[in-house]
């Protein structure tokens, strides 16, 4: 039996609660030699759009020896090699692209340094993986992810990049982007010990800081913590260090990764154990008190652990390509801040860890956010959270799921049909959004928002929506009978439903006081802004 719920939001315009400052604009992915496709410029452009501040875009193997060209899990500058004489060769040919294209579309870069060039690694081979999709994640660790054999060339080459990017981007410019340090050490991308990689962070943070005074430098990147006795060790015995040395460090970041699974004949999602990521995470740097007021940041913050999984293969992934993952992005951002409130420590950015891949099927199930050229509807969700602005205002919902219910077991009694909302000077603006875990047609929600304290008059209101029939690619793709070759007014007709629809536009008066109504589907998304 289908159940629905009638859920009734409360919004008081006068109550507020705070500056609003978007923590859900911050993107990474493996492959850097995506970024300066036609495609990746295309989507870099359109992550600048969607956002009120610019987009901070994270990528690993930035210092990866090979030819540039890009594949799953891989990618490679080619930025240091050596002469026959073992003399350091730096080439910035490869890299200038990539930066090129994140300053053109008006992002800022946090610079991973990492991996370790092929001609500093103490591993003798192989350097390069040949990982495919039916391979397992570990096979990914080769010569790339070992300390490096010369600490001293290693520390130089951080300067030399450090000082090419000023010298190309202009020094207060490249001064004002986080750097940071390797990436999960803990995990599948260190080959050394705790001690190596905190020699190693300790001479990459003093190189940065001697090129470039006053930038800031942060790691190191830990997996989620939750659960996770290896991870807490490594994050643990890395700020002790940091304590202990007085080695610099501007912020602290870490990891968290839901965990998706195949339940009866459905997707049902794992977001408690993202939740849960971030609470411990944020737990052990409460432990060091000389440390807390430093900004962390979720260097991955995501639904689970690898972007280059297709769900044809992985069918837990299945949730990648269609609204619910729009859904959960919503849900666990909102969560990501009551978490940052309730600790006490400040999270300056949630890194969704998904861009695109080039040269795979449409819609193959990729943890991405647009599809050879056309925007999943995942990127809608990030486009409605971009219509916050100001400041939070009051916003309650009678059919809201306790977080701490959530961390207990996620989402999986009735769903979790909740709002927020920021005022600005021109207007107000409601998040409504309708999440379950399990991904079942079931639970729609007959919606009464009630807006009280509005300023007074005639407002234009625009209601925006994402769901399985609104600003959702993949229900038009498969109404086109799920074609592999699409050009011209196909390609045309699915670029238009990855956009944003606006489900409604009217005039509304108020007399401080405004009631709507929408029906608003399981896994849906709503933004409603009025414009004074």
């Not at 492959?31 to 610019?54: F, I, Q, R």
């Not at 001293?152 to 202009?170: F, P």
């Not at 940071?180 to 803990?186: A, I, L, Q, S, Y």
């Amino acid at each position: 039996m289908t159940e629905t719920y009638d859920v009734r939001i409360d919004v008081d315009a006068a109550e507020a609660l705070g500056a609003y400052k978007p923590l859900w604009n911050w993107f990474g992915y493996d492959e850097p030699n995506y970024t300066d496709t036609a495609n990746g410029k295309k989507l870099l452009k359109e992550l600048t759009e969607l956002s009120p501040e610019p987009v901070r875009v994270r990528t690993h193997n930035l210092l990866t020896s090979g030819d540039g060209s890009y594949s799953l899990k891989w990618g490679s500058t080619n930025a240091y090699t050596e002469d026959a004489d073992g003399n350091p060769v730096y080439d910035w040919t490869i890299m200038d692209r990539i930066f090129d294209a994140y300053v053109e579309a008006g992002n800022i870069p946090l610079v991973q340094v990492g991996f370790m060039p092929e001609a500093l690694s103490v591993d003798p081979g192989p350097y390069r993986h040949s990982w495919s999709l039916e391979d397992r994640y570990a096979t990914i660790m080769t010569g790339w992810a070992s300390p490096p054999k010369d600490l001293k060339k290693w520390g130089d080459l951080v300067h030399a990049w450090a000082r090419h990017l000023a010298d190309r981007y202009g020094e207060d410019v490249v001064r004002g982007w986080p750097w940071e340090v390797w990436n999960e050490p803990d995990g599948h991308y260190w080959k050394g010990t705790v001690e190596e990689f905190c020699a190693m962070y300790a001479v990459t943070a003093r190189a940065l800081k001697d090129a470039l005074p006053g930038v800031r430098v942060g790691g190191p990147h830990t997996c989620g913590a939750f659960n996770n006795p290896k991870a807490q060790a490594f994050l643990r015995a890395f700020l002790a260090f940091i304590v202990e040395t007085d080695t610099p460090i501007d912020f602290i970041a870490f990891h968290a990764k839901g965990n998706p699974v195949v339940w009866q004949d459905h997707v049902r999602m794992g977001l408690h154990k993202q939740l849960r990521d971030i609470e411990a995470n944020l737990a052990i740097v409460n432990e060091f008190p000389t440390l807390r007021h430093l900004p962390t940041v979720i260097g991955e913050s995501d639904p689970e652990g690898c972007a280059a999984c297709s769900a044809r293969v992985h069918p837990q992934n299945g949730y990648r390509n269609g609204p619910l993952y729009g859904a959960y992005v919503v849900e666990s951002m909102i969560r990501t801040y009551e978490l940052s409130r309730r600790a006490g420590v400040e999270i300056e950015g949630a890194v969704t860890w998904a861009f695109l891949f080039e040269e795979q099927p449409w819609f193959d199930g990729f943890r991405d956010l647009a599809t050879n050229g056309v925007d999943k509807a995942v990127l809608n969700g990030f486009r409605m959270l971009g219509k916050l602005k100001g400041e939070w205002i009051a916003a309650k919902s009678d059919h809201a799921v306790d977080i701490e219910a959530i961390m207990l077991h996620g989402v999986r009694d009735t769903p979790d049909v909740n709002a927020v909302a920021t005022r600005d000077e021109s207007g107000v603006s409601v998040l409504v959004w309708n999440y379950h875990d399990d991904d079942v047609e079931d639970g729609a929600a007959t919606v009464t928002l009630n807006l009280a304290n509005l300023k007074p008059g005639s407002h234009k209101l625009t209601h925006y929506r994402m769901d399985k029939d609104h600003s959702n690619a993949f229900g038009e793709w498969q109404k086109m009978g799920a074609p592999q070759t699409i050009a011209g007014a196909d390609f045309e007709r699915l670029e238009a439903a990855g956009k944003l629809a606006v489900l409604e536009t009217s005039t509304v008066t108020a007399d401080g006081i405004l009631t709507l109504t929408t029906d608003l589907p399981r896994q849906g998304v709503s933004l409603f802004r009025i414009d004074y």
